[in-house]
Nanobody, 114 residues
């Protein structure tokens, strides 16, 4: 049974930091490309960060320099370190695993507000 369980979301002030974790089980984590997406009401889900099985990363300009994605294949976990958070980063953040098929987590809410 495949599971992706996100954690680490919450309320943070602008300029603050959060670290999201996604614990994976039920598939061979190390050979999957792992990604973080986010979504706000009425908008499409957008890519926030991606990391390949070999560790190559890809982040859009909107978060580059502020967010970092990493993975620990021994712990079957992918992380998203988010620094210098802005109100526009407020969203539900989803973990995604993809190889031949894709899997999604249930999401974790991140709210950036003073």
């Amino acid at each position: 049974q495949v599971q992706l369980v996100e954690s680490g979301g919450g309320l943070v002030q602008p300029g603050g930091s959060l670290r999201l974790s996604c614990a994976a089980s039920g598939f061979t984590f190390s050979i999957y490309t792992m990604s973080w997406y986010r979504q706000t009401p009425g908008k499409e889900r957008e890519l926030v960060a991606r990391i390949s099985p070999g560790g190559s990363t890809n982040l859009p300009d909107s978060v580059k320099g502020r967010f970092t994605i990493s993975r620990d294949n021994d712990k079957n976990t992918v992380y998203l370190q988010m620094n210098s958070l802005k109100p526009e980063d407020t969203a539900v953040y989803y973990c995604n695993a993809v190889r031949m098929v894709g899997y999604w987590g249930q999401g974790t809410q991140v709210t950036v507000s003073s």
